[in-house]
């Protein structure tokens, strides 16, 4: 049976209501020119799509977007709680906010994503940012419009953070940005609870989209011309559990590889507990899905992963990753990881070190433990000193780069598929994509290179890099 609701279409209408009453009121406030919008989002991709969503609505209601906070009207930040560093540079840049308020006293200031749906966040918003216009939680996104219209129409600060779970908006507006990939989300919350992790608490309860709704927007993407589609979910592998439809996250893959057009296909993120070996299958049977697994395990000792709340252990991982060895030649293997949990000792990090040497990971993510209010580990006793942890941190990265650099240099003179994503951020001349593995490739460009940005090329890699790779087109 279905615990899953979409927002209704009553409600939504109410919203599209809304969005032109906004709009009728900026087009008298700006009548000369649009007005325009700064939007800046932190944390993970999950983010990334809601921005893509929350800059829909703002356009339907008239705004523009602008890189400038000087030229803003509207300024925008979406947060991330997932780590005290993340909550600092959001407080940093809010403060820093005041003095262009102070210069455009018309201008809105909103705060919305992760952090925002903590109760204690947005108590210190209210005592320390008083000039912060609009507040708003993760489960209210699609009610923009109705917040700033409240906003313009009566001056106060705005907020509305509610706990409610299970719902979807559908048919939101989507403004993606003009670059060769997209974001597609399949499912959002989280029900694992791991014991360091704040995402259960500030994005609500497990809930996939029907497959019909995603299926639809992927095709609405490839139209759009898009190369890239990655699907995202904090546990893709548990997709639609509470469904209508009975598809689960292997065969929705396989639903998205059927579709016509030249396009590659990448999903994030999966959970070890769930991960089947159906799914791996999919994935070295769809010619579209890029043969790339993410699969964070966060720690190699199983004390630790157990009182992470994980549900596998280093056995079952590992086998997994064998697994997948398997069936798919060349796959580039991906992770997260932890450092420093509550309790860890030198020992038990050692077993990370280990793990990460009988893997190969092309690259990791690597956190020190940060504790989170709310969560059961930020109560945990935690006696490693914070100096101590950046050690093994350190150690950890050291590892991890010889490993990079070796699996690196054994591509060199082999040839790869690359998605051309556009100019090189690190050497001029240079154009740069990546491959099926993920991993970024630069190579000189000599003429006309708008016109391969958006293509698949073959380039045959001459250097090697620790992270990433240069090479020649081929
Ligand atoms: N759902 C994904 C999963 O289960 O692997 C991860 C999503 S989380 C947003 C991304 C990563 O942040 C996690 O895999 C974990 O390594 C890290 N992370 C989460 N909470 C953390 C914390 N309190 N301190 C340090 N790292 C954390
Ligand atoms: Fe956080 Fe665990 Fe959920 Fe990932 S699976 S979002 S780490 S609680
Ligand atoms: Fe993502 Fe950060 Fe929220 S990682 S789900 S934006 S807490």
Redesign the pocket.
């Known amino acids: 049976m279905s615990i899953n609701n979409n927002v209704s279409q009553e409600q939504l209408k109410i919203q599209a209501d809304f969005s032109q009453k906004v709009k009728a009121i900026l087009s008298a406030k700006y009548y000369n020119r649009a007005p325009k919008a700064y939007i800046h989002t932190y944390g993970?991709q999950g983010n990334v799509s809601d921005s893509e969503r929350i800059m829909g609505l703002l356009k339907e209601m008239g705004y523009e977007f602008t890189d400038s906070l000087e030229s803003a009207d509207f300024v925008l930040y979406n947060t991330c709680a997932?780590?005290e560093h993340a909550e600092d540079r959001v407080f940093g840049n809010v403060g820093n906010l005041k003095k262009y308020k102070e210069e455009n006293r018309d201008m809105i200031i909103a705060l919305c994503g992760c952090m925002m749906q903590q109760e204690h966040i947005r108590e210190k918003i209210h005592k320390s940012y008083p000039y912060v216009d609009l507040v708003f939680g993760t489960h209210a996104n699609y009610r923009l419009p109705e917040l700033i219209y409240k906003k313009l129409s009566g001056g106060r600060r705005v907020v509305c953070a509610p706990e409610e779970n299970g719902e979807i908006a559908e048919n939101i507006p989507v403004y993606r940005d003009k670059s060769v990939k997209a974001w597609l989300p399949v499912m959002y919350g989280?029900d694992?609870f791991?014991t360091?992790?704040?995402?259960p608490y500030v994005r609500g309860r497990e809930r996939s989209r029907e497959p019909e709704d995603i299926i639809n927007e992927a095709k609405e993407i490839i139209s759009q011309g898009y190369k890239e589609i990655t699907l995202l979910g904090?546990?893709v592998n548990s997709y639609g559990k509470n469904n209508k439809s009975d598809m689960n996250f292997a065969s929705l893959l396989k639903e998205i590889n059927k579709l016509d057009g030249e396009f590659k296909i990448r999903f994030m993120?999966s959970?070890p507990k769930d991960c089947t070996k159906e799914l791996i299958d999919a994935v070295a049977q769809c010619d579209k899905v890029a043969k790339h697994i993410h699969l964070?395990f966060?720690s190699g000792n199983d004390r630790v992963l157990k009182a992470m709340n994980r549900h596998y252990d280093r056995e079952k991982y590992l086998e997994l990753i064998n697994y997948a060895k398997s069936k798919i030649p060349d796959v580039s293997l991906t992770s997260?990881?932890?450092v420093g949990f509550p309790g860890e000792t030198y020992e038990e990090f050692k077993d990370t070190l280990s793990l990460i040497k009988e893997v190969g990971f092309t690259s990791l993510?690597t956190?020190?433990?940060?504790?989170?209010k709310g969560?059961k580990?930020a109560e945990m006793p935690d006696p490693v000193p914070a100096e101590e942890k950046s050690r093994w941190f350190k150690e950890l990265c050291t590892v991890q780069e010889e490993i990079a650099a070796s699996r690196t240099a054994l591509m060199k003179g082999k040839t790869y598929g690359v998605l051309v994503e556009g100019f090189s951020k690190n050497k001029e001349g240079y154009l740069s994509g990546r491959t099926d593995g993920n991993i970024i490739i630069e190579f000189p460009f000599s003429e006309n290179p708008e016109s391969i940005i958006g293509t698949f090329q073959n380039v045959t890699v001459t250097q090697s890099l620790n992270w990433i790779l240069r090479g020649k087109l081929s």
């Open positions: 993970c997932v780590r989280c694992n791991c360091y992790c704040i995402v904090q546990n993120t959970h964070p966060q997260d990881v932890i993510f956190f020190i433990f940060s504790p989170r969560t580990a």
